[in-house]
Every structure is written in C-alpha cells, then in structure tokens.
C-alpha cells in the first residue's frame, strides 16, 4: 500500500498543472492540428491529475471510517465499501491511461496521429467524468 501511495505520489510531481506543452509544437513535425489535439489532450490530463490526491484522501477518511465501525449500519458500511472500490477503480483508469499513452512518433502519417489522439481525448475525457463523478459522490456522502 505505502508502495502505491509513493508510486502516486512521485507520478503527480512529474505532472503538474500548468505544464508547458508548446514545446512538443516546436520539435515535432506534425501539423498544427495535431499539435493542439494534443496540447488539448495534456491539458484534461493536467487538469484532473491533482485530483488524484483527493482521491487518496477520501478513500483514506473511508478507511478510517471503516475501522471503527460501532456507529455504522450495515448498509452505510456496504455503501463505504463500494466507495472505495469505484475509487480504486478510477484510480486505476487514470494509472491505465497515463501508462498506455503513446503518441505515435514524430514520423508517423498525419492522420494516424490525429486519430490516435482523437481516440486518448475520449479516453482522457471519460477519466475526467469518471473522477468528477467519484468526488461529487464521495463530497455528498459526507
């Protein structure tokens, strides 16, 4: 556990909001339309990534929740428990899209890089829903 937790964390400092993603446009090759898919693309990513610690925060307040239990129901203990399961879940989806994302290289066609960035900004968007959704829930539970 403490392995994740300082895996997340070193991941979060190397993706801070804000980043400067005009230096891909200058040493890459592709067409301007490319290069702001994705400079779109990195920025859903800066955008939700800091969310990442709220995340671990609500699931570590569920977990604490959860180990003294004498004032919980059994429907508020099964509701805590799948809170932190769908928050492992997102968690999990943000870690996949981060590891699996791969632009094709500066040589590659035009169009096989537009569609391969068309395709990361729905998966980056669906995170980004994914991980709003888990933080008003868990925000509402409170």
């Not at 801070?16 to 446009?25: A, F, I």
């Not at 003294?68 to 968690?91: W, Y």
Request: glycine share 4%; aromatic share 4%; net charge negative.
């Amino acid at each position: 556990m403490k392995k994740l937790i300082a895996l997340t964390l070193l991941v979060m400092a190397g993706c801070t909001p804000g980043s400067d993603h005009t230096q891909h446009e200058e040493s890459t090759g592709q067409d301007s339309t490319n290069v702001l898919l994705y400079n779109q693309v990195m920025d859903i990513h800066d955008e939700v990534m800091p969310k990442m610690e709220d995340l671990y925060n609500m699931k570590k307040d569920i977990e604490d929740k959860l180990k003294d239990p004498a004032g919980l129901t059994a429907a508020q203990k099964e509701k805590l428990t799948k809170q932190v399961a769908q928050i492992d879940s997102v968690s999990k989806l943000m870690m996949d899209w981060m590891h699996e994302f791969n632009p094709p290289a500066d040589s590659a066609d035009k169009e096989t890089t537009r569609a391969y960035l068309e395709q990361e900004m729905e998966k980056i968007r669906i995170v980004k829903q994914a991980m709003m959704e888990t933080i008003a829930e868990g925000s509402d539970a409170n």
